[in-house]
């Protein structure tokens, strides 16, 4: 690092920890491995850690630019890539608890941070002195000898200059403050509104005999739940998946199913939590900037950075899967119609009967009843499960420390370790849903690494799984069960990332690589002998169990990936508007599901005023949602290499597929990809897996 960069981040550390006031974000963090003293974080903390970190970085800055050196990699490019010291460590964490642990008071910081941290970055974005320094670098790129990292990160920051407008006239650069401000702020207000509408809707039964078919642990659960509302004696049911989804697979009550999934799907679209507003007007903005820029629409300027590079790519690649898809669909339809008809004679089939008959076809198909493998996956043997695979692997080990600050109380921090016991990192884990942690699961980080792993990388797996019930532990669906592989591969590729500096690039279409290959080895009969065990007995399951649940792999796959194809495709013509005009979001809607032809039993995973990858704050996302699927040739073609070599674990593949991970994107995906499998990916791997051929 350079003699402007290493000063940049003492006088950043010094006057961090000159600091008299008591903020904990003004002093060094003294805790294990310099970790986030959450018990002394407190609301009030965050607005004045927001000011004095985005000062400092414009300080910083402004001392490249005032350089009297000419400008180069290391006193600028790697310079700048110092610059966010103070600030980084209170975004991380504020970013962390806005979506695990948020509350009004987060909320409104929130609010009011969303139009500051907007106009910080276009200071940054167009600062005339920093662009020049940069471009000129850009221009030099041929006489300085950078490495491939080096190189990529150059190209993204002189990319990053030029994407965020700073070849626009003094007009539109005001005019592209102005859409960034705005977005900012509609993007916070689109989270908020849906949090409120998903926190607010409840379903509440009195009666026992309206919940025949549920399983014991469910109910319990429901029970649970309606006491600590206050509802003692009833049972609770809410949008959250480990209570809606079992419902409307096990619950004979048809009119209640319809009154929870009709719930689900017409959320946001009326009074105080209706979105659709919002995101009418996100998405006309987002047109306006992208043609600012140059681009026919914003999928056109969010592709360019992705390996599908157009809105022709992922059109290209979603056309074919959709149709394989769907036709399998309709085939699982008519199975489902026929066992619906000797049960409901003269009865359509509606949305809220599909995943209630599919499970009954389940049984009848492959005698597997989804109940009778959950007392094999207590949560804590899936997470070892995990954990087993990577130590399998990579050689890595995971040991709880109970001396690390968390959050809040169901928080658990584990110790990663390489073989021969030097410390990799710290993961976070996160499994329960409360009333301030927004639904889904995700993978975030509290410190990235960085520096070739010099700095320890805390990293966080935040889930929404169903809670324990009665005495018996917290026992995962498969899906659950594939969800916590899936975010522990995230937190493995941000574990593992050796890159120099925070960043290079982010082709949203890799990303879920590393998640979604783990997911892989999560259903192998081989590692299910060794984590599967009876929560009770602690007898491994069954190898006839294993054998069915391999045998029924593709069962439904017609209906998952239909329902997840249909938002891939909904985001794509969202994104692919061309005129910056408000359009009603229903009938826009209406007409893209149409189109595809998506039939009307299986609604879309997600609809426009729930829909957060892309309408939520930073809309990240956006244009992007296909990226699953893109990475889903990804990751089916990257496990092929080890079936191919006959060893789930096969020490040299494992090696490699390492190295990938601890690329990162320090260079471009496409060729890191090449350089792990010796080729490009192939799709046919997916489409077997999926029975999709």
Known sequence: MTRIALLLVALNAAALVAQDAPNPFFKAWTGPFGTPPFAEIKE???????????????????????????????????????????????????????????????QAINRDLAPLRSRHQDDIAFNEGLWKRVKQVYDDRAKAKLSPEQAKLLESRYKGFVRAGALLGPDQKTRMRAINEELSQLGVKYADRLLKATKDFRLVVEKAEDLQGLPPNQLEAAAQAAKKAGLAGKWLFTL????????????????????LLTGYLDRCRSGETDTRPLLAKIAALRVEKARLLGYASWADFVLEENMAKNPSGVYGLLKPVWQ???????????????????????????????????????????????????????IDRVREGAF??????????????????????EVRVFEVKEKDGRHVGLLYTDYHPRPGKRGGAWCGSLRPAREGHKVTPLVTNVCNFTRPAGDAPALLTPDETRTLFHEFGHALANLFYMGQYRGGGRAQDYVELPSQIMENWAMEPEVLKVYARHHKTGAPIPEALAAKIKKSRSFGEGFATTEYMAAALLDMDWHTLAEPKEVDPDAFEKASLEKWGLIPEIPSRYRSPYFQHIFGPGGGYSAGYYSYIWSAVLDSDAFMAFKEKGDLFHPATAAAFRKLLEKGQTIEPAEIYRGFRGRDPKPEALLAKRGLK
């Open 44 to 106: 009030e903390h965050f607005l004045p850690a927001f000011k004095e970190g985005m000062a400092k970085q414009k300080a910083a800055i402004q001392a490249i630019v005032d350089a009297k050196e000419p400008p180069t990699f290391a006193n600028t490019i790697e310079a700048m890539d110092a610059t966010g010291a103070a600030l980084e460590p209170v975004s991380l964490v504020f970013g962390a608890l806005s979506g695990a642990e948020t509350n009004p008071k987060l």
């Open 240 to 259: 959250d998946g480990p209570s809606i989804w079992p419902f409307l697979q096990f619950a004979e009550n048809r009119d209640l199913r319809q009154k």
């Open 324 to 378: 394989a898809a769907l036709a399998k669909a309709k085939v699982e339809r008519e199975e489902i119609r026929a066992l619906m008809a000797k049960e409901l004679p003269g009865a359509k089939l509606e949305p809220w009967d599909w995943r209630f008959y599919q499970e009954r076809v389940r049984k009848a198909k492959y005698d597997l009843d989804e109940e009778a493998l959950k007392p094999y996956f207590s």
């Open 388 to 409: 087993l695979v990577a130590t399998k692997l990579y050689g890595i080990t995971f040991a709880e420390r109970k001396d690390v600050p968390v959050y809040h109380p």
